[in-house]
């Protein structure tokens, strides 16, 4: 070892020169799918690339290698004196719990997790009120009045997709059926396109013609049985119309990429603790129109929906949020 | 006769194997990602050396490697590839869950205790199955101690969703362990030396090293030692001299599992205080290097466990410090070091032997 070190002893007084300079820009911390990921984590890298492109700012980035490794990534930014840091997904939360009290002066912002801390902001996305509106369009474009809904892992959040899916399609047709299923209990569902796509078929069979997705990686096999046996497809996150053009009736876009851009213009001390929720209002959720899927939505449809967005933005309608009482007002099946 | 002195066998050759692969991913660094490797060397060694926040990260990392290393450099004694180190940690990362979640210790001393007492049970346990099919039906250990390591994922993502939940949360991890339990890190009990309350190294540094001392007592000073090196010397000479192979091969891999299993104690207890999935994150892996680089010896793993805490924080810091080494580069150059050190080692070990038989020809 101690050939190495004064073979290494050098360039490393070098490079300590080299590395001092630190700017004290904003950072990301992108969850294991990587930032490439054509989701949740490409859109947050999308958002941060939006804010350096217009304001010529740098950040940093850390993409985790395994998850024994969040603690260590929000410690080295904040050492850096990186500020703020921003975290894409729910996994991050216990870590955050534990780091946010070691940096006071450091604002932290947690995607999709709730962290209760006076320098954290939590912000939370509306899934429920986005899934509203493509349930209507679904229930809308069906002939047979079945649609149905595939999720990827079981938990509160992909329900809170589901029941709001459920309710719009029982809001613009009462007769509707939904039919719900989740590919599975493990994160392995996340990314089990086969399986995603036997399921879509057992709802075809079960006379669905439109099917919703969200269930990540899954989800592209959902869209892509769904293209291949004729019946329209709803895509999640992103817009995911282009996959199959003309075969995807919407999706319902959740803009992680606004969140991350926000939080990097407002800076830290812009920055308010707190949970906020970005919902249809702060267009933090919506559905996607674009050349890919203009001839399958009618004017009725934009017209219904475009009036129910409205409500649901006046307050004087109210979509029920599955996880606020874990229960769902819309049968599913 | 041994050809070599024991410090070049266990020191010097691990040492060139070392340089020899720093070079080889200086090349790589050179040539495929276009950055200056000596900037890159000195930003990894800095890292992982240049501060107590990298040396906390460093001889934690340290700590988990000369565990597995250990383990595997047990059964290596009795010729047996125990590949299974990565399953055996993480099995018993649910004995430590167990410990702490469900006894109210009064202090962390009893909870470290019972920590270590069932890590090593699960993680022996863990290792039993193969070690049986191994003693009695032959069935090689190299394929069902890999397949016990699907078994110990698959194993985990069950308990972490349906036994030990966080509740109202979809994250795949347990509660925090009570405040009892916690370990004192070295935030704590070094902060002269300028660590922080924030330093994942914690007192289980010491078992690690207890653990060596203990293995080395093992190995060289008892008969059950003995009947190891035997074993695994020639199994027919070892049974003519009257040694069972099924219980030596039952013996080294429960304890080899044992000491897997007691990584747990730093990862699980000591650091992240909670169970969570992939908390090993290849440790189990990275410990067949470090024996192998080790040459077996206590003292070498914990040389070789040391040189690959150092690859896993400066790693994480050259990721970091320059944006162009993304993570999968950051795997290549671990990589090149177990491919010099492990596959390669009689490339450097050869030429050094007939030199230092020609030193002895000369004296």
Redesign the interface.
């Known amino acids: 070892m101690t050939m190495m070190k004064s073979l290494l002893g050098a360039a490393a007084v070098i490079a300590m020169s080299a590395t001092g300079a630190l700017a004290d820009g904003p950072a990301v911390i992108f969850d294991l799918g990587g930032k490439f990921d054509r989701s949740f984590n490409e859109s947050a890298f999308n958002g941060a690339e939006r804010w350096a492109e217009e304001t010529g700012g740098t950040y940093r980035e850390i993409e985790l290698q395994n998850d024994a490794q969040r603690e260590q990534a929000m410690r080295r930014l904040a050492e850096a004196g990186s500020n703020p840091i921003v975290m894409a997904g729910f996994s991050q939360a216990s870590a955050l719990e534990v780091v946010a009290p070691d940096y006071p002066d450091t604002t932290f912002v947690i995607i999709d997790g709730v962290v209760d801390a006076p320098n954290v902001q939590s912000i939370i996305f509306s899934e429920h009120e986005g899934s509203y509106l493509v349930g209507m369009m679904a229930a809308m474009a069906s002939e047979t009045g079945t649609v149905s809904f595939v999720g990827g892992m079981d938990i509160p959040l992909i329900s809170r997709f589901a029941c709001g899916y459920a309710q719009g399609a029982v809001a613009a047709n009462p007769d509707a059926t939904v039919i719900a299923n989740m590919t599975g209990t493990t994160p392995a569902a996340w990314n089990d396109p086969v399986r995603g796509g036997e399921l879509t078929r057992g709802q075809i069979g079960q006379g669905s013609d439109v099917v919703f997705a969200a269930a990540g990686g899954t989800g592209l096999g959902v869209l892509q049985t769904a293209a291949d046996e004729g019946i329209l497809s709803i895509g999640v996150d992103a817009n995911q119309n282009y996959l199959h053009p003309g075969m995807v009736l919407t999706s319902m876009v959740k803009r992680v990429d606004v969140a991350v851009y926000d939080s990097f213009t407002a800076g830290a001390d812009g920055i308010e603790p707190g949970i906020f929720v970005y919902g249809l209002a702060e267009e933090g959720v919506g559905f996607a129109l674009d050349e890919f899927n203009a001839e399958l939505v009618t004017e009725d449809m934009v017209a219904a929906v475009e009036a129910a967005q409205a409500e649901i933005i006046a307050g004087t309608l109210s979509v029920h949020n599955f996880t606020d009482d874990g229960t769902c007002p819309v049968e599913m099946q | 006769m041994d050809k070599m002195p024991k410090w070049a066998d266990i020191l010097l050759i691990p ?1 060139i194997s ?2 020899l692969a ?1 070079f080889a991913s200086g090349l790589v660094v050179y040539f495929i990602i276009g950055e200056n490797p ?2 890159a ?3 990894m ?2 890292g992982a ?2 501060s107590a ?1 990298g040396w906390g ?1 460093t001889l934690f990392y340290t700590t988990n490697f000369i565990f597995t290393g250990l383990g595997v450099a047990v059964a290596f004694h009795a010729r047996l590839f125990n590949i299974g180190g990565e399953g055996q940690a993480y099995v018993a990362g649910i004995g430590a869950a167990i410990a702490c979640l469900l006894i109210p210790w009064p202090h962390w001393s009893l909870a470290l205790l019972a920590v270590t007492i069932l890590t090593s049970v699960f993680g022996a346990a863990w290792a039993a199955i193969p070690a049986y099919l191994q003693a009695k039906r032959g069935s090689h250990i190299v394929i069902t101690t890999i397949m016990f390591n699907f078994i110990a994922a698959s194993l985990m ?2 308990v972490l ?1 349906n036994i030990f939940t ?1 509740p ?6 347990s509660v ?1 362990f009570p405040e009892t339990t916690h370990l004192p890190n070295a935030g704590e009990f070094a902060s002269f030396l300028g660590f922080r ?2 330093t ?1 190294l914690n007192v289980s540094f010491f078992i690690a090293l207890v653990a060596a001392v203990g293995v080395w007592l093992l190995i060289w000073r008892t008969r059950l030692g003995y009947e190891i090196r035997a074993f695994g010397h020639s199994e027919t000479a070892a049974v003519y001299a009257g040694i069972n192979p099924i219980k030596i091969t039952m013996i080294a891999m429960l304890i080899s599992g044992a000491l897997c299993g007691m990584m747990a104690i730093n ?1 699980v207890q000591g ?4 169970l ?4 090993v ?2 440790a189990g892996f990275v410990g067949i290097a470090v024996a192998l680089m080790g040459r077996s010896h206590p003292v070498g793993v914990c ?1 070789a466990a ?2 690959f805490g150092m690859l896993y924080q400066g790693g ?2 050259l ?3 320059m ?1 162009a080494v ?2 999968e580069m ?1 795997l290549v150059i671990q990589a090149l070091v177990i491919l010099f050190t492990g596959a390669l080692d009689n490339m450097v070990r050869m030429p050094m032997e007939r030199l230092f038989l020609s030193f002895r020809r000369e004296g």
């Open positions: 040492l070392v340089v720093l000596f900037r060397m000195a930003i060694v800095n050396f240049g926040y990260y993502i069950y969703n966080i109202g949360s979809a994250e795949t991890a925090r309350s924030s994942p990862a650091e992240s205080e909670q969570r999935l992939d908390f994150a290849g040389f040391l040189l994480a810091e990721a970091f410090e944006p993304s993570r950051i």
